[in-house]
Every structure is written in C-alpha cells, then in structure tokens.
C-alpha cells in the first residue's frame, strides 16, 4: 500500500517536472506529455503498418495529381525538428478520407477525390490536415486519452505495447482503421482550419475553396457519413467561421498556384 502511494507520488513529481505546457501555433496552451521524437516515432511506423496492410493505388495520374497539390503545399510548410522529409501515399479504398501523421506521414485516400472536386479542394484537405502536425493535434490528444485512461501510470508505458498501440493509433487519428474514434475536439478542428487556410493561400490555392470542400462534405454525408467527418465533426458554425477566416487572410506574398491536373473520376 505505501509502495502504491510512493510510486503514485513519484509518478505526479515525474509529469510535473517533465510535463511540456506549451503554446500552440495559435498561442492555444497545450498539455503534451510526448517528445516529438517519440510521436514522429510512432507515427512512422503507424504508416509502415498502414502501407502493409492497406492497398496503394497504382493510378499513376492519381498518383500524380494528389503529389502535385501535397507538395505544392509542402514547399511553404516550414521544416521539422523531428524529421527531414514529409512522404505522401495514396490508398486504393473508397473511404472519403486523408490524414497527416507526426513524422512527416500523408495519407490520401482515393474515395476523397470524388468529394474534393478541384485542386483547391482537395488543397483545403492536405492543409487542413498538415495543420494538425504543425499544432502537434495527435501528441494532444494521445496524452489526454493516456492520462483518462491510465491515470497517472503513464511514466512506465511505451506505445509500441499492445493494448497501447491501438489507442495510439486512435490517438493518431487513425480511430477507423482500429475502431476507436478520436475525433478531434473542436478547437484544434478550428486551429487546423487557420492553419490550413493560410497554407493554402501561401501556396497559391484559392482558400475559400476550403468553404465548398466542407459543404461538399456535408452533402456527401446524406447516406454513411464520410469517414473524414467521424474524427473531423464539422458543424455549419465550422463553415461560417472558415468564411470568416478567409476573408480575415494576411495579405502575405504567395507563391504562384501549382498547375495540377485532376483525373477523372466515376
Ligand atoms: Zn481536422
């Protein structure tokens, strides 16, 4: 019993004094209990795991198109700490769904091409998304489900042990592959928005193409919602408030718009 409590204690001495409270890109405060070398880690190998088990599409103007937009995109997104190059896969499935991960990990997945219809909107997805990793959206949440779910024990948990990895996976965003939803909370829903439209507007993307792609979602979601709404809930106060982001955007230098060309689709 004494041990308990002293390993308790030791462990509450532990968070405090390692605990990073720190500011998102927004100036949100952030409670992040993970190195980013640890969550670069674990999603690297998340995407491993997802390149293994899913299939990759050999579409080659698939392929091309969705490049042509990400890294359009990438070129104003600023370098990493924790890794040096972002890499870009597109799945074969219908799912109407995209993710970033920690580690410089971009999954597209080609059910989304027939909802983002144009290069702008599917832009809106990719910044939208790469603003998660910038804000550091995945350690956020991972360490909040972690402390709700182990209470304080977190000290001595790795994240590659089962039944640790299917949470971190969650935690990842990666809820429907293991069935845990995660959605994101509507804060950082809102931060990944701002970040996303500034991205793309830097790249040369047309952001209110953000608005459409949004409503295209809505409207996609009259039968099975698409998998993207289940971990990104967008209320129509998400479409107002992008709306107003639009026309709140800096008037910074922006690069000439990437000429993409989209395949057709069914
Ligand atoms: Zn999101």
Same mark, same amino acid.
């Given at each position: 019993?004494?041990?308990?409590?002293?390993?308790?204690?030791?462990?509450?001495?532990?968070?405090?004094?390692?605990?990073?409270?720190?500011?998102?890109?927004?100036?949100?405060?952030?409670?992040?209990?993970?190195?980013?070398?640890?969550?670069?880690?674990?999603?690297?190998?998340?995407?491993?795991?997802?390149?293994?088990?899913?299939?990759?599409?050999?579409?080659?103007?698939?392929?091309?198109?969705?490049?042509?937009?990400?890294?359009?995109?990438?070129?104003?997104? @600023?370098?990493?700490?924790?890794?040096?190059?972002?890499?870009?896969?597109?799945?074969?499935?219908?799912?109407?769904?995209?993710?970033?991960?920690?580690? +410089?990990?971009? +999954?597209?997945?080609? +059910?989304?091409?027939?909802?983002?219809?144009?290069?702008? #909107?599917?832009?809106?997805?990719?910044?939208?998304?790469?603003?998660?990793?910038?804000?550091?959206?995945?350690?956020?949440?991972?360490?909040?489900?972690?402390?709700?779910?182990?209470?304080?024990?977190?000290?001595?948990?790795?994240?590659?042990?089962?039944?640790?990895?299917?949470?971190?996976?969650?935690?990842?965003?990666?809820?429907?592959?293991?069935?845990?939803?995660?959605?994101?909370?509507?804060? #950082?829903?809102?931060?990944?928005?701002?970040?996303?439209?500034?991205?793309?507007?830097?790249? +040369?993307?047309?952001?209110?193409?953000?608005?459409?792609?949004?409503?295209?979602?809505?409207?996609?979601?009259?039968?099975?919602?698409?998998?993207?709404?289940?971990?990104? @809930?967008?209320?129509?106060?998400?479409?107002?408030?992008?709306?107003?982001?639009?026309?709140?955007?800096?008037?910074? @230098?922006?690069?000439?718009?990437? #000429?993409? #060309?989209?395949?057709?689709?069914?």
């Amino acid at each position: 019993m004494r041990r308990t409590a002293h390993a308790v204690i030791l462990s509450i001495c532990f968070i405090l004094t390692l605990t990073a409270c720190s500011n998102s890109p927004t100036g949100r405060n952030q409670l992040l209990l993970f190195s980013g070398n640890q969550m670069a880690d674990l999603g690297q190998r998340s995407f491993e795991e997802m390149k293994q088990s899913q299939p990759i599409s050999q579409d080659k103007a698939v392929n091309t198109y969705v490049q042509c937009v990400t890294q359009a995109i990438l070129k104003v997104v @600023p370098p990493q700490s924790n890794f040096s190059e972002w890499e870009v896969v597109v799945f074969d499935s219908e799912q109407v769904n995209a993710f970033a991960l920690p580690g +410089g990990k971009v +999954g597209v997945y080609t +059910g989304l091409l027939n909802v983002a219809e144009t290069p702008d #909107q599917l832009a809106a997805v990719i910044g939208h998304e790469i603003g998660h990793v910038l804000a550091d959206h995945s350690n956020e949440r991972l360490s909040r489900s972690q402390l709700a779910a182990l209470g304080l024990t977190i000290t001595g948990m790795s994240l590659s042990d089962s039944p640790h990895a299917a949470m971190a996976m969650a935690g990842l965003g990666l809820g429907v592959q293991v069935g845990i939803l995660l959605p994101y909370n509507r804060a #950082q829903e809102s931060e990944s928005d701002k970040i996303g439209l500034q991205l793309m507007h830097q790249a +040369g993307f047309n952001p209110s193409a953000s608005v459409d792609l949004w409503r295209n979602m809505a409207k996609a979601s009259d039968g099975a919602p698409p998998e993207l709404l289940s971990t990104h @809930p967008s209320p129509n106060t998400r479409i107002k408030a992008l709306e107003s982001g639009v026309s709140h955007l800096p008037n910074v @230098p922006h690069r000439m718009k990437a #000429q993409c #060309q989209r395949p057709r689709t069914n």
